[in-house]
């Protein structure tokens, strides 16, 4: 046999095991880590960041109390954003719109009463 028909048959199986190389597993960790919820949040960005704020109300309403910042790449932002986006989808699809317009005022006690009749 040809030694380039030996290589040509080779072939396929180096693309195989180049792309189990590819395919690591992760294990993650989560010893030490703590939850925390957050009401609040802001998003700003740098040449090369983009910075999550997430924050809760104080008792003082003019100041929101900065739980954590989360500092990444814009490309791992704009992973965050595809996973967040196709999450938020799925739920949707199952559970109806999230409705996130602004909280009205309440009504006022001035409105029109009328009696009862």
């Known amino acids: 046999m040809p030694k380039n028909e030996k ?7 180096q693309i195989q095991d180049a792309e189990q190389k590819q395919q690591r597993q992760l294990r993650f960790v989560e010893e030490g880590v703590k ?7 802001n998003v700003g960005f740098g040449a090369e960041e983009v910075v999550f704020i997430f924050g809760n109300p104080s008792v003082d309403p003019n100041v929101v ?6 500092v990444v790449s814009l490309k ?13 989808r799925r739920y949707e699809a199952v559970n109806g719109i999230i409705d996130v317009s602004p909280l ?3 009504k006022s006690d001035t ?3 009328k009696p009862i009749q």
């Open 7 to 13: 290589q040509n048959q080779d072939a396929p199986q």
């Open 35 to 41: 939850t925390q919820y957050a009401g609040i949040f």
């Open 65 to 70: 109390r900065i739980e954590s910042k989360i």
């Open 76 to 88: 791992t932002a704009k992973r965050i954003t595809l996973s967040l986006g196709n999450l938020i």
């Open 104 to 106: 009205k005022a309440a």
């Open 111 to 113: 409105i029109d009463k």
